[in-house]
């Protein structure tokens, strides 16, 4: 059976800027609709439940929502071995997730949505023509539309919100994290230093709002052969 992963966002700015978060995952199978969000809250057709959760259907199919530290959507279906068809996880209990998405190597060159077909040509994902063609509806306007304005930075509306996100920011620059500096470059006008800056000004300069910045950062350059997982010594603020 087919199965739908949707991120439901928000925008905590209330548009004025053009910064989205991610508020709700939702997997959507055999017409039931399991979903986790911030404050680690689990539904199962939009009624809370307990986690963890288990649904098993007659033919093996098995869904549950489970807590090891972050909250995750686990789809396991028969044929696929004993790895989850589709993983979903959300990686902060805020205002807001981080998510993160997993799916089952039998999903390749049939995939659709944001996500593109994974044939391995990242060229062909987002083109038109099928139903993939909706990860470029926002490039298509109207004769009578105007295009939007270039989006606008979230430390625009925060007074002092440049020097004051960056100050914070800045501990990127130094140990632990500039070990990894060479394998993962925290960037400028993009990267993790720019969306760490982007994160705390849409959250009004509180302290630890830069904290899932520093956790992806870790992660990427645990991935790439860097281990710096003692940061939250250094960075007292970011709770475990």
Not at 35 to 51: E, K, P
Not at 108 to 131: E, F, H, K, M, R
Not at 207 to 215: K, L, P, R, V
Request: proline fraction near 5%; charge should be negative; hydrophobic fraction near 30%.
């Amino acid at each position: 059976d087919d199965f739908a992963v949707y991120f439901k966002n928000v925008d905590l700015q209330q548009g004025s800027n053009n910064l989205g978060h991610s508020k709700r995952i939702e997997v959507v199978f055999k017409g039931i609709k399991f979903a986790i969000s911030n404050q680690y809250q689990a539904f199962v057709d939009n009624r809370r439940v307990q986690v963890p959760y288990y649904k098993t259907h007659k033919n093996g199919d098995r869904l549950e929502i489970v807590n090891y530290g972050q909250l995750e959507i686990r789809l396991y279906q028969e044929g696929k071995d004993r790895l989850p068809a589709v993983r979903a996880r959300a990686t902060n209990a805020g205002t807001h997730i981080n998510t993160e998405l997993w799916l089952h190597g039998s999903c390749a060159n049939i995939t659709q949505g944001l996500c593109g077909n994974w044939n391995g040509d990242p060229t062909d994902d987002l083109t038109g023509g099928s139903a993939n063609s909706l990860g470029m509806l926002h490039q298509q306007y109207g004769e009578h539309c105007r295009p939007p304005p270039p989006p606008a930075h979230p430390c625009d509306d925060v007074k002092n919100g440049y020097k004051l996100a960056g100050a914070l920011c800045d501990a990127l620059n130094h140990p632990p994290f500039s070990k990894c500096h060479s394998t993962v470059p925290i960037g400028d006008d993009e990267g993790v230093y720019h969306n760490c800056m982007s994160e705390v000004c849409a959250n009004l300069l509180v302290t630890n709002s830069a904290c899932s910045q520093y956790e992806n950062y870790v992660s990427t350059c645990y991935e790439s052969g860097v281990d710096i997982s003692g940061w939250r010594e250094t960075v007292n603020y970011c709770p475990f």
